[in-house]
Structures are given as C-alpha cells and as structure tokens.
C-alpha cells in the first residue's frame, strides 16, 4: 500500500494540525512506501512574500522531522522540486470539466462569502489530483473537508483512463480520526483564520503565557462542573497519562477549584509532551545541509516515481510515441 500526503506551508504547526493530522500522517510512514510533501505550490495562492514561503517551507520541513517523520521510512521533499507533476496536471486540466471545479467547496465557499478567487483557487483541485496520481498512491489521509477532493482526483483518473486506457491507479480517502476535538484559546476549533493557535514549537514561555490568558467561565470556584463541556480540560486530554486525566475529572466534578490551577496543569503536561520534540528540532536546525540533503534525495525518489506515471500518461494520449 501506497501512502501519499501533503501540507501546505501557510504558517508554523499548532496542536491542531499535530493531533488532527501530523501525528496520523507519521502512523502510517511503516506502509510498504509513503510520500509526504510540503505543498509550496498550492501555498503560493495565499502566501505572496518570498521570504516568508521560503522559510515557511523549511519550518515545515524541521518541523516533520523533528515530530518523527523518518526519512528512512517516508520520503519527504518540496513540491515544486518535482516539476513532473506540474506537467501532469496540465495533461489532468485537458479533461477537468469547468462544472466539476465549480462545485468545488474551497472555491464555492469564497465565492459565497462575496471574496475574489484566483485561477489558482480554482484549479486547485486538478493540482492536488496531479500530486496523487504522480506517485500510484492507494491511500490518500484527509481531513472531512478534503475528501470531495480525493472524488475529483478519482472522477479525473477515470475520465484520462476511459479515454486513454489504465494509466492512473485509483486513490482512496483515509479520513483522519478527529475524535480527539482539538480547541482553540477561544473555545472554537483551532485554527490560524481564527487567530486561537498556540504552536507546537512555541517557546515554552511564550506558550505558558498564552495557556495563562485563555479565557474562562465566571462561575464559581466551589461549583461542580463538568469536564467535557469546557476547553480547558479538552486540552488537558491531549496530553495527560489517563491516571492524572481521572484525577482531573473527578476535581472538576468535585469542584472547589481555580482555572488557574488546570492551566499550570496543561501547561506543564504540553512541555513535557512536546520537550523531546523540541530538543529534536534544535537539533536539526542546527544542520541545515542534512535537512537539504534529506528533501534533496526525497525529492529524487518522488521524481523517479512521478516521471515514470507522467511518461506513461505521455504515452497514452499520444504525447510522445509509446516504446
């Protein structure tokens, strides 16, 4: 089983992209191969400073790494370093029907709220189609709001084979587990347009401060409450030892209790988690030509893989003269 997946490298990672996906994305790097990209590409439809996408890119890139992502297992590189996929989804849009893109939500959601889209926005699922089918993966892992994507990819892949012949090997969407609801400083789903983040490698001071400023209920301290209705103890799960999550409950259910006591609680518990996963990130930045030569030689594999399916669709639609 073919594993492929990509994230965009629009801002640092915060715990809701580590529980919600990164953290599943590393799960399945034992598959028989993996593929896991950083999608500077499709970030250039909102990233328009140069500086910021080149460093974004590497913060990707350490970041991975530094969370466990073995380039021993997975071949991890940036997606504008395998050219053969921009030259496939050119061959995919040929076939793209302007209706199927229209009914695309990332683009009908903008539309709705009254905000111009680019072609880019647009076309953006013909690119991610390409970046699925370049390498032969079976199983693509996505968020809920992802899958219609992966149907695309499929309606595209089907549409070039009935016409073309069995180029492209049909993908399937692995929905990531989202069960463990992951909440901003707010309350809402974390999230960088909603500005609620804390990062996974914040400084631990800064993240304190920001643990220490999420704001709280007004009742009293001596009240019971119940943990799984506030955000704070939903946190708090993320990362305590299922002994120390009972004895939090039962001190919410109990009450006679501050906020400020769960916060130093979280704070402590995201530190710890995070602490090995932080050293690990120094460490690499410290090695900048061994980052590189780690996207360097995932870039090789993917565009070995990626010219192969690109030659065979060349081949297929007449192209270039099948050998």
Avoid at 78 to 83: A, E, F, I, L
Avoid at 189 to 207: H, L, Q, R
Avoid at 221 to 234: R, V
Wanted: aromatic fraction near 8%; include cysteine.
């Amino acid at each position: 089983m073919r594993v492929l997946s990509g994230i965009q490298p629009t801002g640092r990672f915060h715990w809701g992209n580590y529980f919600g996906a990164i953290r599943q994305y590393i799960d399945l790097q034992n598959e028989d191969a993996s593929y896991y990209f950083i999608a500077n590409l499709h970030a250039l439809t909102t990233v328009r400073d140069k500086e910021r996408l080149q460093q974004n890119t590497l913060d990707a890139a350490l970041d991975l790494l530094a969370l466990g992502l073995d380039p021993n297992k997975a071949n991890l590189f940036v997606q504008s370093d395998v050219p053969e996929v921009s030259e496939l989804c050119w061959i995919l849009m040929t076939g793209a029907s302007m209706g199927l893109l229209e009914r695309c939500h990332a683009y009908k959601d903008k539309i709705a709220r009254g905000l111009s889209a680019g072609a880019g926005l647009f076309t953006y699922p013909v690119l991610m189609a390409a970046d699925i089918l370049a390498y032969d993966a079976n199983i693509v892992p996505v968020g809920a709001d992802q899958v219609q994507h992966i149907e695309v990819t499929r309606d595209l892949a089907q549409s070039f084979n009935h016409h073309f012949g069995d180029v492209f090997v049909l993908p399937q969407a692995k929905q990531l587990d989202t069960s463990a609801k992951v909440v901003g400083t707010d309350g809402e789903k974390m999230s960088k347009s909603y500005d609620n983040t804390i990062e996974i490698f914040e400084p631990a001071k800064a993240m304190r401060k920001k643990i220490m400023r999420i704001v709280t209920d007004s009742r009293p301290m001596e009240d019971p409450k119940d943990p799984e209705s506030d955000h704070l103890y939903l946190l708090y799960r993320l990362f305590a030892q299922p002994d120390a999550l009972q004895e939090m409950a039962d001190l919410y259910r109990k009450g006679g209790f501050g906020y400020g006591h769960v916060k130093k609680a979280l704070a402590d518990a995201a530190d710890e988690y995070f602490g090995e996963f932080r050293a690990k990130r120094e460490e690499l930045a410290a090695q900048p030509d061994k980052v590189r030569e780690i996207l360097g030689d995932g870039a090789a594999a993917a565009r070995k893989q990626a010219g192969a399916v690109l030659l065979r669709a060349q081949e297929a639609c007449g192209l270039k003269p099948a050998k």
